[in-house]
């Protein structure tokens, strides 16, 4: 288990070009193999209704708007499943505003479909991806409580939460002032209790958001400390903040190239157990810099859905992804939204286990 203290961790993020070469020789010599991964996946925004509003987001629409997204109706859904069965996915990521079910237009249209809560929606859509198609869902609903977690590891294979960053400092700047959901203490306290659940979990950081390089550290710190305890964390997302038109942020810088790779090579030495991954769509020209910093897992890629979250970064085709990583040595395989390490009924249950071995 790798014991870095937030000052090697700072000392690493501030190093020169010839300390960082060494460093990325000694993060390779954590992989386990060649093998670089994805998951060929589904993308189902179930509603654009969120109750935060993060300085960065251009996913999140008022429920005034003409064109938003209230929710997603049940026929839909199970016509874009079917068609992302037909496309060989394996994936169904259900990623959706934070506490939608607190907007009355948002609980109506639930109600009509006969469910009282987005959880209760989503609990429904999982089994019916399970019941009716090859594919296993992977949800990332926002923050939840404990007994929303365990009852919705049913019917998932993993599930997922960005930390983004530990710092409360955050929360008074213009990334997150109006986004309570965005409370560190609120997200770390959902990630533990799902360690607590053994739900095989995924997580990140967000880089270029305002943080100092000490918030970095202590961010990474503190996702190390509940892996340590817990166990359950499968991989760790190093996403870097892309500035858009029209949102708060517009004008700030997005991070360099070498404060992603020095992110990416100290992730890699503090979590020799975890997935590495970033986001190939926000970073085609840099995937294979990133895949030497110690990157071996390029997320979610949808032959089918674009990426709503960032709907101006369409995926690479899988076929340059795989160019990209034999160039350097290494082989692209599919993985399932679940570790292999994971699948076993201490992390899962037996409806998903049951489903794994019928695929
Ligand atoms: S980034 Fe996510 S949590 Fe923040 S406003 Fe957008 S949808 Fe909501």
Known sequence: MAKLSKDDIITFLNT?????LSLMMEANTHRHDDKITYSKNVFLPLTEICRNQCGYCTFRKGPESFDT????ETTEVKHILKMADAYGCHEALFTFGEGADEFYEVKCALENQGFESMVEYLYSLCSETLINTNLLPHSNPGILKKKELKFLKEVNASMGLMLENSSPRLM?????????????KLRVKTIENAGKLKIPFTTGLLIGIGETLEERAESLIELRKLHNKYGHIQEIIIQNFKPKPGIPLEHQEEPSLTEMIKMITVTRLLFPDVGVQIPPNLNKVNVSMFLLAGVDDLGGVSPLTKDYVNPEAPWPELDYLRSVTEELGFELLERLPVYPKFINDEFLSERILDKISSM
Do not use: R, W
């Open 16 to 20: 020169n070009y010839s300390e960082m």
């Open 172 to 184: 008074q700047t213009a990334i997150h002032s109006k986004s309570p959901g965005k409370e560190p």
């Open 69 to 72: 997204t209230i929710l997603m």
